[in-house]
């Protein structure tokens, strides 16, 4: 069975700080698929990265960057120099092979202040 | 190009009574599927369909929720009878079916259920 843990339940930081949310996933697939989602306020889930097993590479666009880690089975996301407009809530996701069902940690609700 | 839709946004219904949701993917979709989010929990799979075929339905929590796709386009999911846990957020969503790579799931707003 697959799992992601997401221990950050709510982050709260000053607008221009870097911030980090964890997320910890279990699997015994060999071939997997890890992805970030964004909730903002209107509800929606706003697709950010997907990363399959094989790429270990770390990816950066824009402010937001991944660290994917499979010896830590760890993807984490890293938000830098953090804008109001970044308040969400962030889902961490993993899906066995394509067309597969996603399973979602619960989610870390970011509020950055101004 | 719509994204995926559903309706209705809200619902508030009393204990016992049906509600039917509704989700028209994005055009040409054949994959949708249903996920429902409780209480600040987790957002949990619940069935994927392929075209008008039901692919999984383990998520499914019960014989109360039936989920159709009636010629592969729209999809329902219908409470009957809504209990109390079955409050949430029910959120659907579509993608493409190829033979390539992963094709991303693009999810809909969501309906929120209230059952009281």
């Known amino acids: 069975a697959q799992k992601v843990t997401q221990a950050q339940t709510e982050i709260s930081v000053v607008e221009k700080e870097d911030v980090t949310l964890d997320c910890v996933y279990e699997?015994?697939?060999?071939?997997?698929?890890l992805f970030w989602y964004k909730q903002p306020p209107s509800g929606e889930l706003v697709f950010l990265i997907r990363r399959n097993s094989f790429d270990e590479q770390n990816e950066i666009s824009g402010r937001y960057s991944w660290n994917f880690q499979k010896s830590t089975s760890s993807f984490n996301f890293t938000i830098t120099a953090s804008q109001v407009v970044d308040s969400a809530v962030y889902f961490c996701a993993l899906s066995i092979y394509y067309g597969n069902k996603l399973v979602f940690g619960a989610g870390t609700i970011l509020r950055v202040k101004s | 190009e719509a994204g995926v839709t559903q309706f209705p946004s809200h619902s508030v219904i009393e204990k016992g009574q049906t509600v039917t949701l509704r989700c028209d993917p994005i055009?040409?979709?054949?994959?949708l599927y249903w996920y429902r989010r409780v209480m600040g929990k987790e957002i949990k799979f619940l069935l994927h369909f392929v075209k008008e075929s039901k692919q999984d339905e383990s998520g499914m929590p019960n014989n109360r929720f039936l989920a159709e796709r009636t010629g592969g386009t729209y999809s329902t999911l219908k409470v009957q009878p809504a209990e109390l846990e079955d409050s949430g957020v029910y959120f659907c969503a579509s993608s493409p079916r190829t033979g390539a790579t992963y094709n991303e799931q693009f999810f809909g707003p969501g309906t929120r259920l209230t059952v009281l």
């Open positions: 699997t015994r697939d060999t071939t997997y698929y």
């Open positions: 055009s040409g979709h054949d994959n």
